[in-house]
């Protein structure tokens, strides 16, 4: 071989993919793709549940409008063959409902007063002020969330007599103005934890008492735990049961829980229509509440478990 030839060296191999190699990849090994069926999966589950929640609504809203001989036919009418908005109200006026509804929200508004404003007193106290055995106590509080109501409704009920306060409305508001409850105390505490202690420093250097620090630093900035706690003290006040059946004797001063039960009968003549249109006419309040202040609540419910 001459010395001059020259050796050419071999080439690399292509770096390009084959055709063969790209259309070997399986729609199911995709990301995006199982990304896709796992979102079409999850709305799907969220649409059915949506459906099986919705499913009495839908029922009492059909049985308002019926009459009462279509209410309990074999297969249901979803839709009624002659659909009654005269059961409306009829429905309000087959008891004096608007009484029983201003007395709800009466008692609701006064509830949600109390339970906001107490429940925070003692929150901001658990949260910001040092104490000996501040911390035994509230683990003594939260114990009484494992305590039944049923435990002391004979000592709440005699406390109550020898106050002279049956048949008043005192033992369904006064209990929220002392503290409400221990789950609202722990999420407002919880809530305030998050909130920097430097705020409260500064506070003090310009001359604020632990009040102005409480309603004019602190209440300002925890609106979506407040708002939280308004919800649900509104909620259990507008549906409670209990309470007002056991102090409660006087009919012009029963709550709409207790009035539903008038439109049953014993006597097997329940208007099941009346009952119906009277029962979505009583939801109507708390739902609006609710979507108008949803924002807060998911919020709120959010922030509360970020500090321990």
Known sequence: MSSNTIV?????????ASPQRSEGLTWWRRKSTRRQIAGWFGLLAILLG?????????WMLSTSLKAEGDIFVIPVQWIPKQILWSNYPAALTYVPYFRYFLNSV??????????????SCVAFAFARLRAPG???????????????????LVPV?????????????????L???????????????????TLPTELDDAAKIDGASLFDIYWRIVMPLSKPALATIAIFAFFGSWNAFQAPLIYLNTMEKYTLPIALRLYLSTLGNTHWNFLMAATLVSIIPPLVIFFTSQRYFVEGAVLTGIKG
Not at 8 to 16: I, K
Not at 50 to 58: C, E, K, N, R, V
Not at 175 to 193: D, H, K, N, V
Request: charged letters at 10%.
């Open 8 to 16: 050419t060296p071999p080439l690399p191999p292509s770096t390009t």
């Open 157 to 173: 009920y005699l406390l109550f007599r020898i106050f002279g306060w049956l048949d008043t409305y005192q033992p369904l508001i």
């Open 175 to 193: 209990p929220s103005w002392f503290g409400g409850s221990a789950f609202y105390i722990f999420l407002l505490r919880q809530f305030f934890l």
């Open 50 to 58: 949506a459906i099986i929640m919705l499913t009495p609504l839908l």
């Open 106 to 119: 009466e008692v609701s508004i006064l509830v949600v007063i109390g339970a906001v404003l107490s429940a």
């Open 134 to 152: 501040k911390d035994t106590l509230f683990v003594i509080l939260l114990a009484t969330l494992m305590l039944p109501g049923e435990v002391t």
